[in-house]
């Protein structure tokens, strides 16, 4: 049996709905993965054969003014994940960021380039990878810009926008690829059934800015929105976020077989979708 973490959350659920009856799902009401005892308890009593952890902290300019809340989730709980499954036997695989890197390398980033986090939710979760390493079966998938039908996110934050204005700044002096839960949980289970350890990136293909994904977005649903151009420093969050954090994704290629499609191509089958909530 395959063990989400974080069920509930954004990943948690397009990963249970593929997994069907091979995953067991749990959240912050059946485990606290800042507690010992409770990862421990969860994890000895269902004895998974692998732990996915999609649980987190996950808002990122959150984590800045509570840092000690970040590093308890994404720091401290997957050790806690990691030991209980080093006692039982399990894989761990834990979900991870582009957000480790600095964004100053200039071309896709590889699984072995140096982390270099700018805020503390980056560094809270490069000390989740680190202590993904207390299980010796363990495995460390790095995404970014996620979006999916189960969570806030940019798409949904667009569409509301453009239901109300005409016209829109948005960033485009950062640059990444957005990538659909459901393509990331089909890299995850292809990783999984694969065999594969160690650090993966996992990412739908291609690349754009914020900018040009708005502008995407506004496109394919007909939306008359002018999407005008600023800058991060304009935008002024309280989290640095790195500038080109461009995932290269070619050893999940050539380790699973798995090709992630086009960020466009992902955008337009989750457009279609939306409407149903289901997959
Ligand atoms: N979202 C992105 O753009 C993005 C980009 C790169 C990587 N990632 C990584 O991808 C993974 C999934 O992200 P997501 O956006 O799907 O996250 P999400 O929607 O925020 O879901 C996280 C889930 O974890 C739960 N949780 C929080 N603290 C917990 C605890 N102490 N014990 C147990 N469960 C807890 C949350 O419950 P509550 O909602 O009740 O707090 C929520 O259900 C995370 O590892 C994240 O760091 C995300």
């Not at 299980?135 to 239901?163: A, C, D």
């Not at 700044?169 to 393509?183: E, F, K, L, R, Y």
């Amino acid at each position: 049996m395959i063990l989400v973490v974080g069920a509930n959350g954004m990943l948690g659920q397009d990963l249970m709905s593929l997994l069907g009856d091979r995953g067991h799902g749990v959240d912050i009401a059946d485990i606290d993965i800042t507690s010992p005892e409770s990862v421990l308890e969860v994890i000895g009593r269902l004895k998974p054969t692998v732990v996915v952890n999609c649980a987190a902290y996950t808002d990122v300019d959150g984590c800045e003014s509570d840092p000690e809340t970040a590093m308890a989730v994404n720091g401290e709980g997957v050790a806690y994940l990691a030991m209980a499954c080093r006692e039982n036997g399990a894989l761990l695989v834990q979900v991870s960021t582009d957000y480790i890197f600095d964004g100053g390398k200039g071309t896709p980033y590889v699984e072995d380039d140096a982390p270099n986090p700018l805020g503390v939710y980056g560094e809270s979760k490069l000390a989740g990878e680190m202590n993904a390493a207390f299980s010796p079966e363990y495995l460390i998938v790095r995404t970014q810009w996620l979006y999916g039908l189960h969570g806030k996110n940019f798409v949904e934050t667009m569409l509301r926008l453009g239901t109300e204005k005409d016209e829109l700044a948005v960033v485009d002096d950062q640059i990444g690829s957005p990538t659909w839960t459901v393509d990331l949980s089909r890299a995850v289970i292809a990783l999984i059934d694969g065999g594969c350890r160690g650090t993966y990136h996992a990412a739908n293909s291609e690349y754009c800015s914020w900018n040009g994904f708005a502008k995407a977005i506004f496109e394919e649903t007909g939306l008359n929105v002018a999407v005008k151009p600023m800058t991060t420093t304009e935008l002024n969050r309280p989290a640095r976020r790195p500038l080109y954090s461009t995932l290269e994704c070619s050893k999940l290629t050539v380790d699973t077989g798995f090709h992630p499609q086009t960020w466009r191509d992902a955008l337009r089958q989750y457009l279609k979708l939306r409407t149903s909530k289901t997959l």
